[in-house]
């Protein structure tokens, strides 16, 4: 007798609450469900836990799928879900990854490019579009010919065979960005090879009967369901439109009135205050062609005040904490934060308050909603290298504090580059682009002597390289944007470069020194918005009379600190300073303990008045 479709099985479940027709289902699917939960919790408890969780959902929502719904794909997506309402996070960084105890059952001896790729399988497939997956999951998870999977996704074979071929190179470049060079015939084989695993031999009976009958589910499964199916409504969940009080303002209700109805609507509102975790893609190009750089787990942090909510962000792949947010504007289920007119967050946020999500962003480019879940224990920042922990060691070949130059397009970009060995062959990198403010960025680092290999933690670019014999000079390449250009780094004296910081003084002793530490801010006005963007000015007097300065622009995300001026000019009260790597300028004189001038950028001049801080 030929086996029955998937949605003839699951027409019999709705139209006769078939017993037999949604265990059929179970027995068909409970490997790939299992299998998506396990490489999420790496906790065969946790992961049966979420297979029965997805189940009942299937069985709650059946009747609404409709006929074209193409079940696998449909409880692939459910189960990573599902996965990250129980973990509360979509991701673990890569090098954490690499540390991870593998499921207990897994084969030790299974090649190397399944155990690198597995933990980041589910988040790569996140990125695709929802035909790309269904193509990737048919193929490599179900094992459908690309025929079964052309007449699925309604389309020719050929369609199907081009869709694979896509989504497989997303994926290979995906991976690359995190160090991981494969091609995609090996991809592909890994996949067929160890995507699925097999669930227990219990937990099909368990599932068949919690989703058929809820009572036979445990409460923490029903939890999780609720939870589960909280997060699949509002991944769905479009703009809701804004609420109108012109209605209010044209019926003749006093402006009093209006707020005394506001405040104690907004006194109903549920709490935000605290933290909330979650997965964002990263506007900067990547390493190959048309890449975004990869994704970057961040923390909101919101604060309740008397007038509101405060917000910062930390950002752990690239190293930077506390990063202020701007405005934030609170109509639940609504919330809106606005850094300036070029980044803008809309939020919606569920009933309860453990989750919202990011479902428009004019800074980030998202190719799905982002899921920000609430946590108690957010993923902190982690601590800067201290000199000590990268001071050369003789039983080290590459710890120490390297410089050097990438070069990117026609731009030789000066970068120092700090490596630690913390442990035999495994290694902690930090680097640092002065010229662009960016300061103690981490990154992954591999060595199989001589050669190197190292990406920055976001994934903008990749180096290629080898130790030379003598251990104090690394030639390479660096990747980026898909262009490769030569890169190398010389070992250098981290105490006798910074010998002279402590003789920078900041202090002065009249209105008429320039040296101290300034701050100021100019507007700009984009659209029908404007933005007032933060500058800090730090003006130090060295030993021989001469000046050393910095500026930093405080709110940007990735290069907020300070860069150092490549010229300076002071004459009596006139002061000129350039930053070239930035395309800044500012002229300006001091006047009465100030220093009013202007601020030069992209092709304008704005007026900028630096006051002390």
């Known amino acids: 007798m030929q086996e029955l479709a998937d949605n003839d099985l699951l027409r019999e479940y709705v139209e006769h609450k078939s017993e037999a027709a949604f265990t059929a289902l179970v027995a068909r699917h409970v490997n790939r469900v299992y299998s998506v939960a396990l490489r999420h919790t790496r906790n065969p408890q946790q992961a049966e836990e979420i297979t029965q969780a997805v189940f009942v959902i299937l069985a709650q929502k059946s009747s609404r799928l409709g006929n074209k719904v193409i079940l696998g794909g449909w409880l692939y997506q459910t189960a990573r879900l599902t996965a990250l309402t129980l973990i509360r996070s979509e991701i673990r960084r890569a090098h954490r990854e690499q540390e991870a105890i593998m499921p207990p059952g897994s084969n030790d001896r299974e090649p190397d490019l399944w155990k690198q790729i597995a933990p980041l399988l589910d988040t790569a497939m996140a990125g695709l579009n929802e035909k790309d997956r269904h193509a990737v999951v048919l193929r490599y998870f179900y094992d459908k010919s690309t025929k079964e999977i052309g007449d699925a996704l309604g389309g020719s074979e050929g369609a199907a065979r081009l869709r694979l071929h896509r989504a497989m190179e997303k994926l290979r470049r995906f991976f690359l960005k995190r160090g991981i060079d494969s091609t995609t015939t090996a991809i592909a084989g890994a996949l067929s090879a ?3 695993q097999i669930a227990p031999i219990t937990l099909m009976a368990r599932i068949s009967a919690a989703a058929i009958a809820n009572g036979a589910a445990t409460t923490s499964t029903l939890t999780l369901v609720k939870g589960a199916l909280n997060v699949m409504a509002w991944t769905k969940a479009k703009s809701a439109a804004l609420a ?15 707020r005394a109805i506001h405040l104690a609507r907004v006194a109903g509102y549920p709490s935000l205050q605290g933290a909330w975790e979650g997965v964002m893609l990263l506007e900067s190009a990547g390493v190959a062609p048309g890449d975004s750089a990869a994704s970057s787990h961040v923390v909101l942090k919101l604060a309740k005040t008397t007038q509101g909510y405060t917000a910062a962000t930390d950002w752990i792949e690239m190293g930077r904490k506390d990063v202020p947010m701007g405005r934030v504007v609170y109509e639940y289920p609504s919330l809106r934060i606005e850094r300036g007119p070029n980044d803008i967050w809309n939020l919606k946020v569920n009933g309860d308050a453990t989750q919202m999500v990011l479902d428009h962003s ?12 609430r946590t108690a224990t957010p993923d902190p920042v ?21 410089k050097g130059v990438f070069v990117e397009e026609t731009n030789a970009i000066p970068v120092n580059i700090k490596i630690a060995e913390v442990s035999a062959g495994v290694y902690r990198l930090e680097s640092d682009s002065p010229q662009f403010g960016s300061y103690g960025e981490p990154g992954t680092l591999s060595y199989q002597r001589p050669e190197i290999k190292f990406t920055d933690a976001p994934g903008h670019g990749l180096f290629q390289g080898s130790l030379r014999s003598n251990a104090t000079e690394i030639i390479g390449s660096w990747t980026t944007h898909g262009e490769t250009a030569p890169a190398f780094l010389k070992r250098a004296d981290y105490a006798a470069e910074h010998a002279l910081d402590a003789s920078r003084d900041y202090t002065f002793r009249s209105q008429s020194d320039l ?9 700009v006005t984009i659209g029908q918005s404007k933005a007032s963007i933060r500058m800090a000015l730090d003006i130090a007097r060295m030993p021989d009379g001469s000046y050393y300065t910095t500026g930093s622009r405080i709110d940007i995300l990735g290069n907020g600190g300070p860069v150092p001026a490549s010229d300076f000019q002071f004459d009596q009260s006139s002061v000129r300073i350039e930053w070239k790597w930035m395309g800044w300028a500012y002229e300006g004189s001091l006047q ?19 006051e002390r801080a």
């Open 515 to 523: 040296q101290g530490h300034w701050k100021g801010a100019w507007v």
């Open 382 to 402: 982690p601590g800067r290298l201290e000199e000590s922990d990268f001071s050369p060691r003789p039983d080290s070949e590459l710890q120490g504090y390297w």
């Open 194 to 196: 160890h995507s699925v």
């Open 244 to 258: 109108v009080i012109l209605i209010f303002l044209t019926t003749g209700v006093s402006v009093a009135v209006l």
């Open 362 to 373: 004019r800074h980030f480019i998202q190719p799905a909603p982002v899921l920000l879940l």
């Open 592 to 610: 009465n303990g100030k220093l009013r001038g202007r601020w030069m950028q992209g092709g304008g001049a704005f007026p900028l008045v630096f």
